[in-house]
């Protein structure tokens, strides 16, 4: 089966920091989903990538597939507390029901 | 709005008891999702269901059982064979990965705690 494997496991930035959080796959991925979770609550879909080299943004957030579909990226431009939050990294394993296999999640803490 | 649900917020269970999630979506997504997550860990599949009246064993099934009879709800019941409950269960559903619409939505999740 897939694993994902996520770095840093924690991170924590001063607010105006960039960040960048990584997430490698040992096999090729089909789909690779980014979430948020705030501690207790559910997951917020961030964004999808499936091309190699592909690469999307939302508002602050860019994320990358490299092109060998190994390894994305997350990263973070000007980080804000708002920002703060646990993200977990999704490998799409190619199944006809959307098996997504999880990273263990990086912590993010920004300080104000 | 359209989202997903999930009830109660936080469960506590007495050994030997049965509990039931709950778990319901006005998305109109056919496929739906229960998984784990404990500290430390990404999140792990226990079931899946694609249809109305049709589900899959996920990677850790044991000690839990499922039922899809309204496309909008799929509760999970944690039972007395499951020994070490405690966790963090996440509902999912998506449109149709059938049809490669498989983008997860996930609902506030319910904390389970072993009195």
């Known amino acids: 089966s897939q694993e994902l494997e996520q770095s840093p496991q924690s991170l924590i930035v001063q607010e105006g920091k960039n960040l960048t959080i990584n997430c490698t796959s040992s096999?090729?991925?089909?789909?690779l989903y980014w979430y948020k979770q705030k501690y207790g609550e559910g997951l917020i879909f961030l964004m999808m990538?499936?091309?190699?080299?592909e690469e999307k943004s939302h508002e602050k957030i860019t994320a990358k597939l490299d092109e060998k579909k190994q390894q994305s990226s997350l990263h973070i431009t000007a980080s804000q507390p708002s920002h703060a939050g646990i993200y977990l990294c999704?490998?799409?394993?190619?199944?006809?029901?959307?098996?997504?296999?999880f990273g263990q999640g990086t912590i993010l803490t920004v300080h104000p | 709005d359209g989202g997903i649900t999930q009830s109660p917020k936080y469960l506590f269970r007495k050994e030997g008891q049965n509990v039931t999630l709950s778990c319901e979506q006005n998305?109109?997504?056919?496929?739906m999702y229960w998984y784990r997550q404990d500290p430390g860990q990404g999140l792990r599949l226990i079931y899946y269901?694609?249809?109305?009246?049709?589900?899959q064993k996920g990677d850790i099934a044991e000690g839990y059982s499922v039922s899809r009879e309204k496309k909008e709800s799929f509760p999970l019941t944690v039972t007395s064979a499951q020994k070490n409950p405690t966790a963090f269960y996440l509902c999912?559903?998506?449109?149709?990965?059938?049809?490669?619409?498989?983008?997860?939505?996930f609902g506030p999740g319910t904390r389970l705690l072993v009195l």
């Open positions: 999912a559903s998506s449109i149709d990965p059938v049809a490669g619409q498989e983008t997860q939505y």
């Open positions: 096999k090729t991925l089909y789909g």
């Open positions: 990538l499936q091309k190699g080299g």
């Open positions: 999704g490998a799409d394993e190619g199944t006809s029901y959307g098996k997504l296999t």
């Open positions: 998305l109109n997504h056919d496929a």
């Open positions: 269901s694609q249809i109305v009246n049709d589900f």
